[in-house]
């Protein structure tokens, strides 16, 4: 297990660059050394003078970081992570070194993280409510933040909490495993290389609360919500700009019923601080805006702990929305956004990328389409439009792009899928197909009486 702030001897050429405040050096061949230093506040860049590194020496020290790994085989927190053709990646006591070389770079690069600070979660001044939220083994945690802002040491704090003081079984989920944490909570790996495998043991051994660092992938969100329902207290640290953000990476992943029992609490950090939690709830209502014969339902994104519902989410026809609750004096934001999902929605749907939505209530909306179009779109007997009526909730006018009214802002085409009628037929687009084919039987008729 690694712990903070000690390892075993390295060359002192990298040990000189480790000063106080150093969180991560950069060495490449023919270049100078960099630093990334000082508070996490206020993290700077910095070259520090001297000769450049050569691939000569570069290659040197992997060989020396090499040969201290495997002279410190005894010690847990000395091993090689990843060995792959151009990269390896090692942890040396609290150091995690990666290395790269041609072919996969395209020079000699050496990479040194470690952490620079170490925190219990006492010294967050968390309120009562949210420790005791923090406490419950039956949860799903993500902690969101960018690179940097401190969500691993975040992570570690709970971590130990849980261990420490809540008296729980914790185990961790890693790929590298870098979390510096007490002996007795083990930390898994990828088994051969396949983290849906760790998941498989980590059912075996029973722990009350799993820490799965880095969930990134789309897989790693499947995974996370595998583990999450089959019962196991889960934090996940995950990348993002905002908590939303966090929260709409699960979007595609898991039902949305699923969401709230998958993913419950957002811990967001920015420079050290968490800056925002969110609570995630199930309701069947109506969204905000709409009425109350479109309830379903509903999952409430509630700032905590004063439960100010700041976002809903729920499906608008074949689209997930994610609809901020504003001030009712303004245009129903849910308008606003449901403007923008149905007009990505029809423009993929019908194959035609000139398309405008006009929502003008919670009942009503337009559909301006190219007027050489309006037939394709109405259908035989209004069969097409009888069909988004249903998929919508909603009573259609179509009408021409010429009539379009001036002050309707036009939604950009990169709200769209940008699908070409090919790739609509490619990816199932059955019913369109239907009704276009009939469309041009029926013109063909039409000829052929003339």
């Known amino acids: 297990m690694a712990t903070f702030a000690d390892h075993p001897e390295i060359p ?15 060495l490449k061949a023919d270049c100078t050394a960099r630093v990334k230093q000082g508070h996490i506040s206020a993290i700077s860049l910095d ?3 001297g ?18 790994v495997e002279n410190n085989s005894e010690r847990s927190d000395c091993f090689l992570e990843i060995d792959r053709n151009g990269c390896k990646v090692f942890q040396i006591g609290d150091l995690r070194v990666t290395c790269a070389w041609p072919p996969f770079a395209d020079a000699y690069e050496v990479t040194v993280v470690r952490p620079v600070t170490k925190l219990s979660l006492p010294e967050y001044e968390l309120p009562e409510a949210l420790l005791k939220r923090l406490a419950d083994h039956h949860r799903g945690v993500f902690i969101s933040g960018r690179p940097g802002s401190g969500k691993t040491t975040l992570a570690q704090a709970i971590a130990e909490h849980l261990d420490e003081e809540i008296g729980a079984m914790v185990k961790t989920m890693e790929a590298p495993r870098d979390l510096q944490l007490p002996p007795r909570i083990t930390q898994y790996a990828p088994l051969e290389g396949d983290l849906e495998k760790t998941a498989e043991i980590i059912f075996l051994v029973r722990p009350d609360f799993v820490i799965f660092d880095e969930v990134r992938r789309a897989r790693d969100f499947e995974i996370f919500a595998d583990v999450r329902l089959a019962g196991v207290g889960l934090l996940g640290v995950t990348h993002a700009n905002s908590a939303l953000e966090a929260i709409q990476r699960l979007i595609g992943k898991v039902e949305l019923g699923l969401v709230p029992q998958v993913l419950d609490t957002v811990l967001h950090v920015e420079k050290g ?7 995630l709830r199930m309701t069947v209502k109506p969204p905000s805006g709409m009425q109350e014969e479109l309830a379903r339902p509903v ?3 509630v700032r905590f702990p004063d439960g100010k519902v700041l976002f809903e989410m729920f499906a608008f026809g074949s689209e997930i929305a994610v609809v901020p609750v504003g001030d009712k ?7 606003k956004m449901a403007r923008i999902e149905m007009t990505k929605s029809l423009r993929d749907y019908l194959a035609i990328s000139a398309l405008e939505v006009d929502i003008q209530s919670e009942r009503n909306a337009t559909i301006y389409v190219p007027d050489s179009m309006i037939g394709s779109v109405v259908g035989q007997g209004g069969a097409m439009v009888k069909e988004l009526e249903e998929e919508y909730d909603l009573r259609f006018q179509i009408k021409g792009l ?12 990169e709200h769209s899928g940008n699908w070409d009628l090919q790739s609509q037929r490619s990816m ?16 063909r008729k039409g000829r052929k009486r003339r």
């Not at 601080?273 to 609570?279: A, F, G, K």
């Not at 004096?329 to 308008?335: D, G, I, Q, Y």
């Not at 010429?402 to 085409?413: A, C, F, G, M, S």
């Not at 199932?428 to 013109?443: A, I, L, T, V, Y």
Request: glycine share 4%; no cysteine; net charge negative.
């Open 329 to 335: 004096a303004n245009k129903s934001p849910v308008l």
């Open 47 to 49: 070259e520090i003078e």
């Open 273 to 279: 601080e968490i800056s925002q939690v969110l609570e």
């Open 51 to 68: 000769e450049e590194w050569n691939t000569s020496a570069l290659r040197s020290l992997v060989e020396a970081l090499e040969s201290i």
């Open 402 to 413: 010429k009539t379009i009214p001036r002050n309707l802002d036009r939604i950009p085409e």
């Open 12 to 26: 002192e050429a990298l040990e000189n660059l480790l000063k106080e405040g150093v969180s991560t050096v950069f």
């Open 428 to 443: 199932g687009g059955r019913q369109w197909e239907q009704h276009s084919d009939s469309n041009k039987s029926k013109r």
């Open 299 to 301: 999952v409430e994104i």
